[in-house]
């Protein structure tokens, strides 16, 4: 049977964008996405975090690094009680003087790769599943991949908000932060799974 997973943008949706943090003292998580997390662990989601790292291909960060990082933050949320079940990551910029990064990749979101991969790797039900992030790549990568798009004011989100359509090609949703987004999709999902019961 195929999971229901969230997928969530990193910078400027759990934690603080503050540019590219290249050490675990420089990530802030927002104290609600604790909870958010949580929540979806206890209604039985994945939690699988997308998220796009140019700063590798920029030299500003290496992967040994950002998975220290990384694992420093699973860390964090498993002290608080919540569970971040996998991160991907693209490493790349198409003007990286770094050869290994320097490509026009297919796994940078809004391109659907990553979400593609985390379903074969975890049989993940895409269109069963929602997005949550604070710019317009999130909410195109939620599209892309067939999932439910929620657009965070936190971050760049109020930017955002201003320039995206909401409907078919826009957000489901808007959320002030990731706690709300996270108590919206519980309320959807209640919603469906009665509306399910009665129908039968």
């Not at 420093?72 to 991160?87: G, N, P, T, W």
């Not at 939620?142 to 439910?148: E, T």
Request: hydrophobic share 35%; with cysteine.
């Amino acid at each position: 049977m195929k999971k229901k997973a969230v997928f969530l943008d990193r910078d400027g949706t759990i934690n603080r964008d503050v540019g590219y943090p290249n050490s675990s003292e420089s990530i802030h998580i927002y104290p609600f996405s604790f909870e958010a997390v949580r929540l979806f662990n206890q209604a039985g989601f994945l939690t699988v975090v997308v998220t796009n790292q140019s700063g590798i291909a920029r030299g500003l960060i290496g992967e040994d690094q950002l998975n220290r990082l990384h694992v420093r933050m699973k860390k964090d949320f498993e002290r608080e009680k919540a569970s971040i079940d996998v991160i991907y990551y693209c490493p790349h910029f198409c003007a990286s003087l770094d050869p290994r990064y320097k490509k026009d990749c297919l796994c940078r979101k809004p391109s659907p790769a990553l979400g593609q991969k985390a379903a074969d790797d975890f049989n993940i039900d895409l269109p069963g599943s929602y997005v949550i992030g604070d710019k317009s790549s999130d909410i195109l990568f939620g599209l892309n991949i067939g999932a439910i798009p929620i657009l965070v004011r936190t971050g760049y989100g109020r930017k955002t908000e201003e320039t995206l359509s909401h409907g078919k090609n826009g957000p489901a949703f808007v959320a002030d932060s990731i706690l709300e987004a996270a108590l919206w999709i519980l309320d959807r999902e209640k919603r469906h799974s009665a509306r399910n019961v009665s129908n039968g």
